[in-house]
Protein backbone atom coordinates (compact mmCIF):
# COMPACT_ATOMS: atom_id res chain seq x y z
CA UNK A 1 0.00 0.00 0.00
CA UNK A 2 1.80 2.91 -1.03
CA UNK A 3 1.82 5.95 1.19
CA UNK A 4 1.85 10.00 -0.02
CA UNK A 5 3.22 12.59 1.73
CA UNK A 6 1.56 14.59 -0.57
CA UNK A 7 2.53 18.31 -0.96
CA UNK A 8 -0.06 21.37 -0.75
CA UNK A 9 -0.03 25.00 -1.83
CA UNK A 10 -2.69 25.97 0.92
CA UNK A 11 -2.49 27.79 3.99
CA UNK A 12 -3.53 25.73 7.65
CA UNK A 13 -5.20 28.51 9.21
CA UNK A 14 -4.79 32.24 11.12
CA UNK A 15 -2.96 29.76 14.01
CA UNK A 16 -1.15 27.21 12.47
CA UNK A 17 -1.79 24.60 14.51
CA UNK A 18 -3.46 21.26 13.32
CA UNK A 19 -4.11 18.34 16.01
CA UNK A 20 -2.46 15.55 14.95
CA UNK A 21 -4.09 11.90 14.22
CA UNK A 22 -2.82 8.94 16.08
CA UNK A 23 -2.16 6.48 12.89
CA UNK A 24 -2.08 3.76 14.74
CA UNK A 25 -5.85 3.02 14.36
CA UNK A 26 -5.83 3.43 10.86
CA UNK A 27 -3.04 0.91 10.26
CA UNK A 28 -4.92 -1.75 11.98
CA UNK A 29 -7.59 -1.22 10.16
CA UNK A 30 -6.04 -1.67 7.08
CA UNK A 31 -4.27 -4.49 7.45
CA UNK A 32 -7.58 -6.15 8.73
CA UNK A 33 -9.11 -5.34 5.66
CA UNK A 34 -6.18 -6.39 3.60
CA UNK A 35 -6.72 -9.81 5.44
CA UNK A 36 -10.44 -9.77 4.85
CA UNK A 37 -10.05 -8.91 1.31
CA UNK A 38 -8.26 -12.49 1.00
CA UNK A 39 -10.61 -14.68 3.29
CA UNK A 40 -13.27 -13.31 0.79
CA UNK A 41 -10.55 -14.37 -2.53
CA UNK A 42 -11.14 -10.41 -3.48
CA UNK A 43 -7.79 -9.84 -3.25
CA UNK A 44 -7.02 -11.07 -6.82
CA UNK A 45 -10.52 -9.81 -8.00
CA UNK A 46 -8.87 -6.37 -7.12
CA UNK A 47 -6.50 -6.75 -10.02
CA UNK A 48 -8.41 -8.66 -12.39
CA UNK A 49 -11.34 -8.08 -12.69
CA UNK A 50 -13.01 -5.50 -14.71
CA UNK A 51 -16.93 -5.31 -14.05
CA UNK A 52 -18.74 -2.61 -12.42
CA UNK A 53 -16.73 0.34 -13.78
CA UNK A 54 -17.22 3.92 -12.09
CA UNK A 55 -18.99 6.92 -13.36
CA UNK A 56 -16.68 8.86 -15.89
CA UNK A 57 -16.27 11.21 -13.86
CA UNK A 58 -14.91 9.53 -10.91
CA UNK A 59 -12.94 6.54 -13.55
CA UNK A 60 -10.40 9.51 -14.53
CA UNK A 61 -9.80 10.07 -10.69
CA UNK A 62 -8.86 6.26 -9.94
CA UNK A 63 -7.50 5.06 -12.57
CA UNK A 64 -4.59 7.96 -13.00
CA UNK A 65 -4.29 8.69 -9.59
CA UNK A 66 -4.73 4.94 -8.01
CA UNK A 67 -3.35 2.22 -10.61
CA UNK A 68 -6.46 1.44 -11.69
CA UNK A 69 -9.00 1.25 -9.13
CA UNK A 70 -11.81 2.10 -11.04
CA UNK A 71 -11.93 -1.31 -12.88
CA UNK A 72 -12.19 -2.97 -9.36
CA UNK A 73 -15.28 -4.40 -8.17
CA UNK A 74 -17.59 -2.05 -6.07
CA UNK A 75 -17.59 -4.79 -3.12
CA UNK A 76 -13.98 -4.08 -2.69
CA UNK A 77 -14.10 -0.14 -3.00
CA UNK A 78 -16.91 -0.19 -0.21
CA UNK A 79 -15.36 -2.50 1.96
CA UNK A 80 -12.19 -0.52 1.95
CA UNK A 81 -14.36 2.83 2.88
CA UNK A 82 -16.20 0.90 5.57
CA UNK A 83 -12.56 -0.32 6.73
CA UNK A 84 -10.41 2.78 7.02
CA UNK A 85 -12.46 5.75 5.14
CA UNK A 86 -11.25 5.81 1.34
CA UNK A 87 -12.19 3.29 -1.42
CA UNK A 88 -8.85 3.33 -2.79
CA UNK A 89 -5.64 1.24 -1.77
CA UNK A 90 -3.82 3.72 -0.61
CA UNK A 91 -3.24 5.50 3.00
CA UNK A 92 -3.46 9.25 2.81
CA UNK A 93 -3.06 10.97 6.04
CA UNK A 94 -4.94 13.17 7.68
CA UNK A 95 -8.36 14.35 9.51
CA UNK A 96 -10.33 11.32 8.71
CA UNK A 97 -13.80 12.94 9.69
CA UNK A 98 -13.24 15.72 7.53
CA UNK A 99 -12.00 13.16 4.41
CA UNK A 100 -15.29 11.66 5.06
CA UNK A 101 -17.57 14.64 4.82
CA UNK A 102 -15.81 15.11 1.36
CA UNK A 103 -18.53 14.26 -1.74
CA UNK A 104 -16.24 11.75 -3.38
CA UNK A 105 -16.28 9.48 -0.76
CA UNK A 106 -20.11 8.71 -0.69
CA UNK A 107 -19.68 7.79 -4.82
CA UNK A 108 -19.34 4.03 -4.32
CA UNK A 109 -22.13 4.04 -1.59
CA UNK A 110 -24.45 5.59 -4.28
CA UNK A 111 -23.77 3.22 -6.52
CA UNK A 112 -24.24 0.00 -4.47
CA UNK A 113 -27.35 1.27 -3.21
CA UNK A 114 -28.78 2.14 -6.90
CA UNK A 115 -27.06 -1.21 -7.43
CA UNK A 116 -29.53 -2.93 -4.79
CA UNK A 117 -32.27 -1.29 -5.86
CA UNK A 118 -32.51 -2.32 -8.92
CA UNK A 119 -31.68 -5.49 -8.60
CA UNK A 120 -34.45 -6.71 -6.21
CA UNK A 121 -38.19 -6.37 -7.53
CA UNK A 122 -40.54 -5.70 -3.94
CA UNK A 123 -43.64 -7.60 -3.29
CA UNK A 124 -46.17 -7.40 -0.13
CA UNK A 125 -44.84 -10.61 1.22
CA UNK A 126 -41.60 -8.55 2.16
CA UNK A 127 -43.50 -5.92 3.76
CA UNK A 128 -42.29 -5.26 7.51
CA UNK A 129 -45.09 -6.37 10.47
CA UNK A 130 -47.70 -4.10 11.03
CA UNK A 131 -50.00 -3.72 13.91
CA UNK A 132 -47.95 -3.41 17.04
CA UNK A 133 -50.86 -2.57 19.43
CA UNK A 134 -52.58 -6.02 18.58
CA UNK A 135 -49.89 -8.07 18.95
CA UNK A 136 -47.58 -9.28 22.33
CA UNK A 137 -44.04 -7.35 22.98
CA UNK A 138 -41.94 -11.07 22.27
CA UNK A 139 -44.54 -12.21 19.32
CA UNK A 140 -44.04 -8.22 17.74
CA UNK A 141 -40.05 -8.51 18.03
CA UNK A 142 -39.84 -12.11 16.61
CA UNK A 143 -41.97 -11.27 13.40
CA UNK A 144 -39.56 -8.35 12.71
CA UNK A 145 -36.06 -10.65 13.47
CA UNK A 146 -37.89 -12.99 10.92
CA UNK A 147 -38.17 -9.77 8.50
CA UNK A 148 -34.68 -8.78 9.24
CA UNK A 149 -33.41 -12.13 8.12
CA UNK A 150 -35.60 -12.12 4.81
CA UNK A 151 -34.71 -8.53 3.40
CA UNK A 152 -30.72 -9.27 4.40
CA UNK A 153 -30.76 -12.31 2.54
CA UNK A 154 -32.88 -10.28 -0.21
CA UNK A 155 -30.13 -7.18 0.05
CA UNK A 156 -26.45 -8.32 0.39
CA UNK A 157 -25.53 -5.23 0.99
CA UNK A 158 -27.55 -4.70 4.50
CA UNK A 159 -24.65 -8.11 5.38
CA UNK A 160 -21.55 -6.06 4.41
CA UNK A 161 -22.95 -2.87 6.57
CA UNK A 162 -23.25 -5.02 9.26
CA UNK A 163 -20.39 -6.61 9.45
CA UNK A 164 -18.55 -3.36 10.15
CA UNK A 165 -21.27 -2.31 12.55
CA UNK A 166 -21.51 -4.82 14.71
CA UNK A 167 -19.27 -4.14 17.55
CA UNK A 168 -18.05 -7.88 18.26
CA UNK A 169 -15.86 -7.97 15.27
CA UNK A 170 -13.38 -5.16 16.87
CA UNK A 171 -13.03 -3.16 13.62
CA UNK A 172 -10.63 0.04 14.32
CA UNK A 173 -12.82 2.09 12.86
CA UNK A 174 -16.81 2.45 12.90
CA UNK A 175 -16.93 6.20 12.14
CA UNK A 176 -16.36 5.04 8.66
CA UNK A 177 -19.25 2.33 8.90
CA UNK A 178 -21.55 4.53 10.34
CA UNK A 179 -21.10 7.24 7.65
CA UNK A 180 -21.86 4.97 5.29
CA UNK A 181 -25.03 3.89 6.67
CA UNK A 182 -26.55 7.63 7.46
CA UNK A 183 -25.54 8.13 3.65
CA UNK A 184 -27.06 5.08 2.61
CA UNK A 185 -30.61 6.44 4.80
CA UNK A 186 -30.47 10.08 2.72
CA UNK A 187 -30.19 7.74 -0.50
CA UNK A 188 -33.92 7.59 -2.14
CA UNK A 189 -34.28 3.99 -2.87
CA UNK A 190 -37.40 1.28 -2.15
CA UNK A 191 -39.00 1.10 0.99
CA UNK A 192 -38.24 -1.93 2.04
CA UNK A 193 -34.35 -1.45 1.71
CA UNK A 194 -34.26 1.87 3.41
CA UNK A 195 -36.50 0.54 6.35
CA UNK A 196 -33.12 -2.36 6.61
CA UNK A 197 -30.79 0.80 6.96
CA UNK A 198 -33.29 2.59 9.50
CA UNK A 199 -33.18 -1.48 11.40
CA UNK A 200 -29.38 -1.71 11.10
CA UNK A 201 -28.54 1.97 12.66
CA UNK A 202 -31.61 1.43 15.63
CA UNK A 203 -29.28 -1.95 16.09
CA UNK A 204 -26.25 -0.44 15.99
CA UNK A 205 -26.27 3.14 16.93
CA UNK A 206 -25.45 2.83 20.23
CA UNK A 207 -23.20 5.83 21.69
CA UNK A 208 -24.15 9.79 22.02
CA UNK A 209 -21.04 9.76 19.49
CA UNK A 210 -22.38 7.62 16.91
CA UNK A 211 -25.89 9.33 17.51
CA UNK A 212 -24.71 12.84 16.95
CA UNK A 213 -22.44 11.94 13.85
CA UNK A 214 -25.33 9.78 12.42
CA UNK A 215 -27.27 12.59 12.71
CA UNK A 216 -24.49 15.59 11.12
CA UNK A 217 -24.43 13.08 7.98
CA UNK A 218 -27.63 12.21 7.47
CA UNK A 219 -28.94 15.70 7.32
CA UNK A 220 -26.12 17.06 5.55
CA UNK A 221 -26.99 19.77 2.38
CA UNK A 222 -24.43 17.90 0.05
CA UNK A 223 -24.97 15.16 -2.74
CA UNK A 224 -22.98 13.24 -5.47
CA UNK A 225 -23.66 15.07 -9.16
CA UNK A 226 -24.94 12.40 -11.24
CA UNK A 227 -27.10 14.48 -13.88
CA UNK A 228 -25.54 14.40 -17.20
CA UNK A 229 -26.29 18.51 -17.10
CA UNK A 230 -23.62 19.15 -14.82
CA UNK A 231 -26.71 19.57 -12.23
CA UNK A 232 -26.14 18.77 -8.67
CA UNK A 233 -29.18 16.40 -7.53
CA UNK A 234 -30.02 17.15 -4.14
CA UNK A 235 -30.56 13.89 -1.98
CA UNK A 236 -30.81 14.97 1.10
CA UNK A 237 -34.00 13.71 2.70
CA UNK A 238 -34.38 15.69 5.30
CA UNK A 239 -36.03 15.46 9.15
CA UNK A 240 -38.46 12.57 8.18
CA UNK A 241 -40.56 10.10 9.79
CA UNK A 242 -37.90 7.29 9.85
CA UNK A 243 -35.31 10.04 11.15
CA UNK A 244 -37.66 11.13 14.01
CA UNK A 245 -38.78 7.58 14.70
CA UNK A 246 -34.64 6.35 15.65
CA UNK A 247 -34.07 9.44 17.67
CA UNK A 248 -36.77 8.69 19.73
CA UNK A 249 -36.50 5.31 20.00
CA UNK A 250 -32.71 6.03 20.63
CA UNK A 251 -33.70 7.98 23.68
CA UNK A 252 -36.43 5.87 25.37
CA UNK A 253 -33.82 3.05 25.35
CA UNK A 254 -31.55 5.38 28.00
CA UNK A 255 -31.44 4.75 31.27
CA UNK A 256 -32.99 7.97 32.72
CA UNK A 257 -30.59 8.60 35.29
CA UNK A 258 -27.07 7.48 33.59
CA UNK A 259 -28.67 9.55 30.61
CA UNK A 260 -28.66 12.53 32.57
CA UNK A 261 -25.29 12.12 34.08
CA UNK A 262 -24.21 11.93 30.81
CA UNK A 263 -25.89 14.75 29.05
CA UNK A 264 -25.02 17.43 32.10
CA UNK A 265 -21.24 18.79 31.19
CA UNK A 266 -21.83 18.15 27.25
CA UNK A 267 -22.92 21.25 25.06
CA UNK A 268 -23.30 19.41 21.84
CA UNK A 269 -21.62 17.34 19.95
CA UNK A 270 -20.84 17.58 15.63
CA UNK A 271 -23.47 20.74 16.18
CA UNK A 272 -26.00 19.42 17.27
CA UNK A 273 -27.81 19.82 21.19
CA UNK A 274 -29.47 16.96 23.21
CA UNK A 275 -32.42 19.72 22.80
CA UNK A 276 -31.98 19.91 19.19
CA UNK A 277 -32.83 16.62 18.27
CA UNK A 278 -35.69 16.40 21.10
CA UNK A 279 -37.66 18.44 20.01
CA UNK A 280 -37.32 18.26 16.06
CA UNK A 281 -38.29 14.45 16.76
CA UNK A 282 -40.61 15.00 19.44
CA UNK A 283 -39.68 12.30 21.70
CA UNK A 284 -41.73 11.47 24.83
CA UNK A 285 -42.21 8.13 26.97
CA UNK A 286 -43.81 5.50 25.87
CA UNK A 287 -47.12 5.26 28.31
CA UNK A 288 -50.47 4.24 28.03
CA UNK A 289 -53.15 6.38 27.02
CA UNK A 290 -54.82 6.80 30.70
CA UNK A 291 -51.63 7.54 32.53
CA UNK A 292 -51.42 10.26 29.37
CA UNK A 293 -54.81 11.74 30.04
CA UNK A 294 -54.24 11.87 33.64
CA UNK A 295 -50.49 13.74 33.29
CA UNK A 296 -48.16 10.89 34.75
CA UNK A 297 -44.91 11.95 34.97
CA UNK A 298 -42.06 9.26 34.34
CA UNK A 299 -38.37 9.19 34.79
CA UNK A 300 -37.75 10.19 31.07
CA UNK A 301 -40.18 12.83 31.00
CA UNK A 302 -38.57 14.34 33.73
CA UNK A 303 -35.47 14.21 31.55
CA UNK A 304 -36.62 15.72 28.79
CA UNK A 305 -38.30 18.61 30.56
CA UNK A 306 -34.71 19.60 32.31
CA UNK A 307 -33.31 19.30 28.98
CA UNK A 308 -36.09 21.63 27.59
CA UNK A 309 -36.96 23.78 29.81
CA UNK A 310 -34.37 23.74 32.33
CA UNK A 311 -33.70 22.82 36.04
CA UNK A 312 -36.53 25.09 37.99
CA UNK A 313 -39.36 23.43 35.54
CA UNK A 314 -37.89 20.08 36.12
CA UNK A 315 -37.80 20.21 39.97
CA UNK A 316 -41.21 22.14 40.51
CA UNK A 317 -42.49 18.59 38.59
CA UNK A 318 -41.08 16.25 41.05
CA UNK A 319 -41.80 17.81 44.17
CA UNK A 320 -43.88 15.86 46.63
CA UNK A 321 -42.34 12.48 44.86
CA UNK A 322 -40.07 10.60 46.43
CA UNK A 323 -39.90 7.99 43.25
CA UNK A 324 -37.73 10.55 42.18
CA UNK A 325 -35.82 11.51 44.22
CA UNK A 326 -32.24 9.51 42.56
CA UNK A 327 -32.75 12.06 39.50
CA UNK A 328 -33.57 15.23 41.79
CA UNK A 329 -30.30 14.66 43.78
CA UNK A 330 -28.39 14.38 40.41
CA UNK A 331 -30.09 17.66 39.04
CA UNK A 332 -29.42 19.50 42.72
CA UNK A 333 -25.45 17.82 42.43
CA UNK A 334 -25.84 19.87 38.93
CA UNK A 335 -27.12 23.26 39.85
CA UNK A 336 -24.40 23.42 42.67
CA UNK A 337 -21.77 22.62 39.92
CA UNK A 338 -23.14 25.66 38.01
CA UNK A 339 -22.03 27.76 41.25
CA UNK A 340 -18.41 26.05 41.70
CA UNK A 341 -15.65 26.73 39.51
CA UNK A 342 -15.12 25.00 36.24
CA UNK A 343 -11.79 23.45 37.59
CA UNK A 344 -13.02 22.60 40.51
CA UNK A 345 -15.84 20.70 39.13
CA UNK A 346 -13.40 18.61 37.06
CA UNK A 347 -11.11 17.69 39.75
CA UNK A 348 -13.56 16.47 41.72
CA UNK A 349 -15.88 14.40 38.97
CA UNK A 350 -12.15 13.61 37.12
CA UNK A 351 -14.17 14.96 33.84
CA UNK A 352 -12.48 14.23 30.19
CA UNK A 353 -12.20 16.81 27.42
CA UNK A 354 -15.39 15.45 25.85
CA UNK A 355 -17.21 15.54 28.86
CA UNK A 356 -16.37 19.52 29.56
CA UNK A 357 -18.90 22.65 27.83
CA UNK A 358 -16.55 24.37 25.45
CA UNK A 359 -18.05 27.51 27.44
CA UNK A 360 -16.06 26.34 30.10
CA UNK A 361 -12.08 26.02 28.48
CA UNK A 362 -9.74 28.54 29.53
CA UNK A 363 -6.25 28.43 31.17
CA UNK A 364 -7.11 27.26 34.59
CA UNK A 365 -9.86 24.66 33.23
CA UNK A 366 -7.09 23.45 30.55
CA UNK A 367 -4.84 22.89 33.85
CA UNK A 368 -7.25 20.72 35.52
CA UNK A 369 -8.22 18.50 32.61
CA UNK A 370 -4.63 17.74 31.77
CA UNK A 371 -4.55 15.97 34.90
CA UNK A 372 -6.63 13.60 33.51
CA UNK A 373 -5.32 12.90 29.72
CA UNK A 374 -2.98 10.51 28.60
CA UNK A 375 -0.35 11.57 26.39
CA UNK A 376 -1.55 10.55 23.17
CA UNK A 377 -4.57 13.51 24.09
CA UNK A 378 -2.19 15.78 25.27
CA UNK A 379 -0.68 15.40 21.27
CA UNK A 380 -4.40 15.41 19.85
CA UNK A 381 -5.12 18.53 22.26
CA UNK A 382 -1.77 20.83 21.14
CA UNK A 383 -4.04 22.72 19.10
CA UNK A 384 -6.74 23.95 21.79
CA UNK A 385 -3.44 24.40 24.11
CA UNK A 386 -1.97 26.76 21.87
CA UNK A 387 -5.16 29.05 21.55
CA UNK A 388 -4.93 29.25 25.28
CA UNK A 389 -1.36 29.97 25.47
CA UNK A 390 1.41 30.84 22.33
CA UNK A 391 4.72 30.96 24.39
CA UNK A 392 5.30 27.34 24.73
CA UNK A 393 6.68 27.49 28.49
CA UNK A 394 3.42 28.61 30.89
CA UNK A 395 2.36 26.71 33.62
CA UNK A 396 0.12 25.36 30.58
CA UNK A 397 2.74 23.92 28.96
CA UNK A 398 4.63 22.55 31.74
CA UNK A 399 1.78 21.26 33.03
CA UNK A 400 1.47 19.07 29.25
CA UNK A 401 4.64 18.39 29.50
CA UNK A 402 5.11 16.83 32.21
CA UNK A 403 2.39 14.52 31.29
CA UNK A 404 4.49 13.88 27.88
CA UNK A 405 7.83 13.14 29.90
CA UNK A 406 5.98 10.62 32.61
CA UNK A 407 5.01 8.05 29.00
CA UNK A 408 7.23 5.44 28.57
CA UNK A 409 6.77 5.98 24.57
CA UNK A 410 5.18 2.60 24.34
CA UNK A 411 1.85 4.43 24.51
CA UNK A 412 2.48 6.74 21.52
CA UNK A 413 3.15 6.46 18.08
CA UNK A 414 6.73 8.44 16.52
CA UNK A 415 4.43 10.13 13.71
CA UNK A 416 1.86 11.47 16.12
CA UNK A 417 4.88 13.18 18.32
CA UNK A 418 6.53 14.44 15.27
CA UNK A 419 3.84 15.66 13.90
CA UNK A 420 2.65 17.71 16.97
CA UNK A 421 6.26 19.05 17.33
CA UNK A 422 6.61 20.63 13.99
CA UNK A 423 3.07 22.14 14.18
CA UNK A 424 3.99 23.67 17.57
CA UNK A 425 7.15 25.58 15.82
CA UNK A 426 4.95 26.20 12.12
CA UNK A 427 2.78 27.88 14.66
CA UNK A 428 5.28 29.76 16.45
CA UNK A 429 7.03 30.95 14.00
CA UNK A 430 3.93 32.29 12.19
CA UNK A 431 2.97 34.10 15.39
CA UNK A 432 6.31 35.72 15.86
CA UNK A 433 5.98 36.80 11.99
CA UNK A 434 2.48 38.32 12.84
CA UNK A 435 3.89 40.18 15.94
CA UNK A 436 6.65 41.71 13.99
CA UNK A 437 5.21 42.75 11.06
CA UNK A 438 2.66 44.56 13.51
CA UNK A 439 5.44 46.42 15.37
CA UNK A 440 8.06 46.96 12.73
CA UNK A 441 5.69 46.79 9.53
CA UNK A 442 8.75 49.44 7.66
CA UNK A 443 11.22 47.15 7.65
CA UNK A 444 10.49 43.68 6.92
CA UNK A 445 12.41 40.72 7.79
CA UNK A 446 12.95 38.02 5.30
CA UNK A 447 10.99 34.65 6.71
CA UNK A 448 12.12 31.52 7.46
CA UNK A 449 11.54 28.51 4.94
CA UNK A 450 9.05 26.86 5.44
CA UNK A 451 11.02 23.28 5.11
CA UNK A 452 13.56 24.37 7.88
CA UNK A 453 10.95 24.82 9.89
CA UNK A 454 11.29 21.50 11.53
CA UNK A 455 14.97 22.12 12.03
CA UNK A 456 14.72 25.11 14.16
CA UNK A 457 15.82 24.18 17.99
CA UNK A 458 13.20 26.84 20.43
CA UNK A 459 14.00 26.62 23.55
CA UNK A 460 10.63 26.00 25.09
CA UNK A 461 9.36 23.43 27.75
CA UNK A 462 7.24 21.59 25.33
CA UNK A 463 9.23 21.52 22.84
CA UNK A 464 12.22 19.46 24.65
CA UNK A 465 9.59 16.97 25.84
CA UNK A 466 8.35 16.36 22.56
CA UNK A 467 11.76 15.93 21.57
CA UNK A 468 12.12 13.45 24.30
CA UNK A 469 9.01 11.91 23.42
CA UNK A 470 10.09 11.27 20.11
CA UNK A 471 13.04 9.72 20.55
CA UNK A 472 11.58 7.45 23.61
CA UNK A 473 8.85 5.92 21.22
CA UNK A 474 11.22 4.85 18.19
CA UNK A 475 13.23 3.53 20.90
CA UNK A 476 10.25 1.35 22.01
CA UNK A 477 9.19 0.15 18.96
CA UNK A 478 9.21 -3.94 18.91
CA UNK A 479 10.62 -4.84 15.52
CA UNK A 480 8.75 -8.27 14.07
CA UNK A 481 11.50 -10.64 12.85
CA UNK A 482 9.00 -13.02 10.48
CA UNK A 483 8.72 -10.51 7.86
CA UNK A 484 10.41 -8.57 5.47
CA UNK A 485 9.43 -5.26 3.99
CA UNK A 486 10.42 -3.22 0.90
CA UNK A 487 10.57 0.53 0.71
CA UNK A 488 11.03 2.26 -2.65
CA UNK A 489 11.54 6.31 -2.25
CA UNK A 490 11.43 9.50 -5.32
CA UNK A 491 10.80 12.82 -3.82
CA UNK A 492 11.79 14.49 -7.15
CA UNK A 493 11.65 18.10 -6.68
CA UNK A 494 8.95 17.96 -4.18
CA UNK A 495 11.60 17.65 -1.11
CA UNK A 496 11.16 20.79 0.33
CA UNK A 497 7.99 21.56 -0.20
CA UNK A 498 5.25 21.39 2.69
CA UNK A 499 3.42 18.33 3.22
CA UNK A 500 -0.04 17.94 2.52
CA UNK A 501 -2.99 16.94 5.66
CA UNK A 502 -0.01 17.63 8.39
CA UNK A 503 1.54 21.29 6.84
CA UNK A 504 3.82 21.92 8.93
CA UNK A 505 7.25 19.74 7.82
CA UNK A 506 8.25 19.18 4.80
CA UNK A 507 7.92 16.05 2.21
CA UNK A 508 11.46 14.92 3.27
CA UNK A 509 10.81 15.34 6.57
CA UNK A 510 7.76 13.33 6.68
CA UNK A 511 9.31 10.42 4.39
CA UNK A 512 12.49 10.33 6.77
CA UNK A 513 10.07 9.95 9.72
CA UNK A 514 7.90 6.98 7.51
CA UNK A 515 11.12 5.05 6.61
CA UNK A 516 12.28 5.65 10.35
CA UNK A 517 9.59 3.89 11.50
CA UNK A 518 9.17 1.24 9.12
CA UNK A 519 13.23 0.50 9.83
CA UNK A 520 12.65 -0.23 13.83
CA UNK A 521 9.14 -1.76 13.18
CA UNK A 522 10.49 -4.57 10.72
CA UNK A 523 14.07 -6.37 11.32
CA UNK A 524 14.27 -7.54 7.67
CA UNK A 525 14.22 -3.94 6.20
CA UNK A 526 15.69 -2.84 2.71
CA UNK A 527 15.64 0.70 1.02
CA UNK A 528 15.13 1.26 -2.59
CA UNK A 529 16.07 4.36 -4.55
CA UNK A 530 14.55 5.05 -8.50
CA UNK A 531 18.01 4.91 -10.64
CA UNK A 532 15.64 5.30 -13.42
CA UNK A 533 12.34 4.80 -14.33
CA UNK A 534 12.24 0.97 -14.10
CA UNK A 535 15.73 0.08 -12.39
CA UNK A 536 16.49 0.27 -8.53
CA UNK A 537 19.16 1.03 -6.60
CA UNK A 538 19.79 -0.31 -2.94
CA UNK A 539 20.79 2.31 -0.20
CA UNK A 540 22.12 0.81 2.84
CA UNK A 541 19.66 2.35 5.46
CA UNK A 542 21.42 4.14 9.30
CA UNK A 543 21.10 2.31 12.42
CA UNK A 544 19.49 5.33 14.20
CA UNK A 545 17.01 6.92 15.96
CA UNK A 546 18.03 10.52 14.41
CA UNK A 547 15.75 11.94 11.50
CA UNK A 548 18.65 14.60 11.15
CA UNK A 549 20.69 11.46 9.80
CA UNK A 550 18.15 10.06 7.54
CA UNK A 551 17.70 13.56 6.21
CA UNK A 552 21.69 13.42 5.23
CA UNK A 553 21.36 9.75 3.56
CA UNK A 554 19.08 11.78 1.20
CA UNK A 555 21.39 14.38 0.63
CA UNK A 556 24.31 11.64 0.16
CA UNK A 557 21.85 10.05 -2.57
CA UNK A 558 21.35 12.19 -5.57
CA UNK A 559 18.69 9.88 -7.08
CA UNK A 560 16.37 10.92 -4.33
CA UNK A 561 15.49 14.11 -5.84
CA UNK A 562 15.85 13.09 -9.22
CA UNK A 563 12.85 14.98 -11.65
CA UNK A 564 13.94 13.99 -15.24
CA UNK A 565 12.64 10.16 -14.77
CA UNK A 566 9.89 8.48 -14.79
CA UNK A 567 8.94 5.77 -11.75
CA UNK A 568 7.09 3.10 -12.05
CA UNK A 569 5.42 1.75 -9.36
CA UNK A 570 6.00 -2.15 -10.11
CA UNK A 571 9.46 -1.93 -10.61
CA UNK A 572 10.11 -3.12 -6.61
CA UNK A 573 8.20 -6.07 -7.17
CA UNK A 574 10.71 -7.03 -10.35
CA UNK A 575 13.41 -6.18 -8.43
CA UNK A 576 12.67 -8.28 -5.79
CA UNK A 577 12.31 -11.18 -8.37
CA UNK A 578 15.97 -11.23 -9.05
CA UNK A 579 17.90 -9.98 -5.95
CA UNK A 580 16.09 -12.12 -3.04
CA UNK A 581 16.82 -15.67 -3.23
CA UNK A 582 14.11 -18.31 -4.00
CA UNK A 583 13.61 -18.77 0.25
CA UNK A 584 13.20 -15.06 0.91
CA UNK A 585 10.02 -13.37 0.13
CA UNK A 586 8.60 -9.76 0.96
CA UNK A 587 5.52 -9.69 3.00
CA UNK A 588 5.28 -6.10 2.13
CA UNK A 589 6.17 -3.27 -0.50
CA UNK A 590 6.07 0.26 0.46
CA UNK A 591 6.34 2.79 -1.90
CA UNK A 592 6.99 6.71 -0.40
CA UNK A 593 6.39 9.78 -2.91
CA UNK A 594 4.70 13.27 -2.83
CA UNK A 595 2.41 12.89 -5.59
CA UNK A 596 1.01 9.47 -7.80
CA UNK A 597 -0.37 11.53 -10.89
CA UNK A 598 3.74 11.70 -12.03
CA UNK A 599 4.10 8.67 -12.21
CA UNK A 600 3.73 5.55 -14.72
CA UNK A 601 1.09 3.24 -13.80
CA UNK A 602 2.03 0.03 -16.06
CA UNK A 603 5.39 -1.94 -16.50
CA UNK A 604 4.82 -3.99 -19.77
CA UNK A 605 1.34 -3.26 -20.21
CA UNK A 606 0.54 -4.20 -16.71
CA UNK A 607 -0.95 -2.27 -13.28
CA UNK A 608 0.95 -2.09 -10.12
CA UNK A 609 -1.37 -4.39 -8.84
CA UNK A 610 -1.12 -6.82 -11.40
CA UNK A 611 2.33 -6.81 -11.29
CA UNK A 612 2.31 -7.83 -7.21
CA UNK A 613 -0.22 -10.51 -8.03
CA UNK A 614 2.37 -11.99 -10.68
CA UNK A 615 5.08 -11.81 -8.04
CA UNK A 616 2.98 -13.22 -5.74
CA UNK A 617 2.27 -16.24 -8.22
CA UNK A 618 5.79 -16.64 -9.03
CA UNK A 619 6.95 -17.23 -5.09
CA UNK A 620 4.42 -19.46 -5.05
CA UNK A 621 5.16 -21.58 -8.04
CA UNK A 622 9.07 -21.57 -6.65
CA UNK A 623 7.39 -22.70 -3.27
CA UNK A 624 5.81 -25.56 -4.92
CA UNK A 625 8.80 -26.46 -6.85
CA UNK A 626 10.99 -26.53 -3.57
CA UNK A 627 7.97 -28.94 -1.99
CA UNK A 628 8.97 -31.35 -5.18
CA UNK A 629 12.22 -31.15 -5.02
CA UNK A 630 12.22 -31.83 -1.27
CA UNK A 631 9.83 -34.98 -1.66
CA UNK A 632 12.23 -36.52 -4.33
CA UNK A 633 15.33 -36.54 -2.27
CA UNK A 634 13.75 -38.01 0.75
CA UNK A 635 12.02 -40.67 -1.21
Known amino acids: MPVVPQQSQTSNGDDGMENPKNPQSMKEAVEACVRQLGKLNLDLAAAEHDENPCPPSRSYYLNEQYGGAAKQPREVRLRRLLAYGDEVPIYLPGNREIRLMNQENSAVILECVKEADEQV ?41 EQYLD ?21 PCKKNLKNGFYRLAEKYVESEEDLFFFIKIATA ?86 LINGYNKAKALCQGKPEFDPILRVLEQHNQDTRESAPEVIERLELKVEQVRTDWWDSKAWLAML ?51 TNFLMASDSHSKKTFFKVKSAKKKKPHARHLIESRKIDTVIVKALDELLAKSIEKIRPE ?80 YQEKINPKMGAPMLWANTYFNEDRQVDAFVVITPSLKFWSGDIKGSSPLTTLNTYHRTQANTDMEQQKRAKYVHF
Open 121 to 161: VENDMRKPPSGRKKKGKEQWDSEWDEWDQRIKEEYPLLQIL
Open 221 to 306: RFGENTDKKGKKKRVRRGYGRGLRRLVKRWYQRQEPEELLKRVLHVKSHYGWKHSDLIRMAHVTDEIDEEDKAAGQLTPLTLVITF
Open 167 to 187: PENEWQLRVCAIYALAVCVRT
Open 481 to 560: INRRVVAALHLGGSGKERCAYTHSMSVEYAAALILLSLSHQFADFELLVFDRGDKMKLVKFPETISIDEVLKLFEDTKEV
Open 371 to 421: ANMSPSEVLHRMRSLWKMDSTGSSNLWQAAAGRLQAADGVQVNPCAAAIAR
